[in-house]
T-cell receptor, first 109, second 115 residues
Framework: KQEVTQIPAALSVPEGENLVLNCSFTDSAIYNLQWFRQDPGKGLTSLLLIQSSQREQTSGRLNASLDKSSGRSTLYIAASQPGDSATYLCAALPDKLIFGTGTRLQVFP | NAGVMQNPRHLVRRRGQEARLRCSPMKGHSHVYWYRQLPEEGLKFMVYLQKENIIDESGMPKERFSAEFPKEGPSILRIQQVVRGDSAAYFC?????????????FGQGTRLTVV
């Protein structure tokens, strides 16, 4: 049974810092690893999708890596901004998305 | 191309009533997933459907909950005889494929409150 864990559960940083959010999964037999952002009271916005054959994906200030053999993915946020404040969720896709519990990020000016 | 549309956005039901939640997938998407998010908790998988078929309902409670995705029209998540514990945000996601290259897109959710 696939289990997904995210560390840290919460993070509060000053603006401008570079951040690393961690995601680990127990079963390496996945198709994809997808990162989402969720703002309070809102839905989920897809940030990055890493296919199992890929090692990383980049979009703007975001970079996500995937190491299937160790069951880990990392989301790197460069030069954080207050607008980045949200909950970040990773999800592994064996046959359906299995979510971690998220990292609640607060970036203060 | 509109995103995944869920309605209603907010739904209030009294205990014992029925709740019907609708999800229209993105155009061209034939795979629909339903998730439930309890306050301060993560998203829990409920059911995975393709057109006219339930593929995986391993996350659905055994009683009172049902889902369908007909050939025409939106997917429906139906909760009969709602109880307070059903209060949650219900999210729908859709994708065009299954497996690798499958990027899922989520709707804004339906927030169900049972009073």
């Amino acid at each position: 049974k696939q289990e997904v864990t995210q560390i840290p559960a919460a993070l509060s940083v000053p603006e401008g810092e570079n951040l690393v959010l961690n995601c680990s999964f127990t079963d390496s037999a996945i198709y994809n690893l997808q990162w989402f952002r969720q703002d309070p009271g809102k839905g989920l916005t897809s940030l990055l999708l890493i296919q199992s054959s890929q090692r990383e994906q980049t979009s703007g200030r975001l970079n996500a890596s995937l190491d299937k053999s160790s069951g880990r993915s990392t989301l790197y946020i460069a030069a954080s901004q207050p607008g980045d404040s949200a909950t970040y969720l990773c999800a592994a896709l064996p046959d359906k998305l299995i979510f971690g519990t998220g990292t609640r990020l607060q970036v203060f000016p | 191309n509109a995103g995944v549309m869920q309605n209603p956005r907010h739904l209030v039901r009294r205990r014992g009533q029925e709740a019907r939640l609708r999800c229209s997938p993105m155009k061209g998407h034939s795979h629909v997933y339903w998730y439930r998010q309890l306050p301060e908790e993560g998203l829990k998988f409920m059911v995975y459907l393709q057109k006219e078929n339930i593929i995986d309902e391993s996350g659905m409670p055994k009683e009172r909950f049902s889902a369908e995705f007909p050939k025409e029209g939106p997917s429906i998540l139906r909760i009969q005889q709602v109880v307070r514990g059903d209060s949650a945000a219900y999210f729908c996601a859709s994708s065009p494929l299954r497996g690798e290259n499958t990027e899922a897109f989520f709707g804004q959710g339906t927030r169900l409150t049972v009073v």
